[in-house]
């Protein structure tokens, strides 16, 4: 538990340093609602290759997979496909969904 704990300060902290420094001017933040009910927000930095994502109130760092069509970022039980099509979340042991951004 600690651990956690010690995940969401930290993740708390890089965000505040990350509104201290001008890169923030350089991310782009995306909110998503996804038909089973999930919702997140995504956050894409500009020298980054990784989606930056905030998931049932934990933070998930996805790196960049290979991917023919569009994105596709995966980490920690979590893929985010990004493409064309439209948004589709795979999280933990659910079934893929699709998501709309808000």
Known sequence: MNRRKGIAIGAALWVLGAGAS????????????????????????????????????KAVTLDKRLWLSGSRYSGHGVTLTINKAGTRLKHGKRPVTACETN
């Open 22 to 57: 001008p890169t923030l001017a350089q991310t782009t933040w995306r909110n998503y609602s996804c038909g089973d009910g999930a919702q997140f927000i995504v956050g894409f930095f500009q020298y980054d290759k990784r989606a930056h994502m905030q998931i049932d109130g």
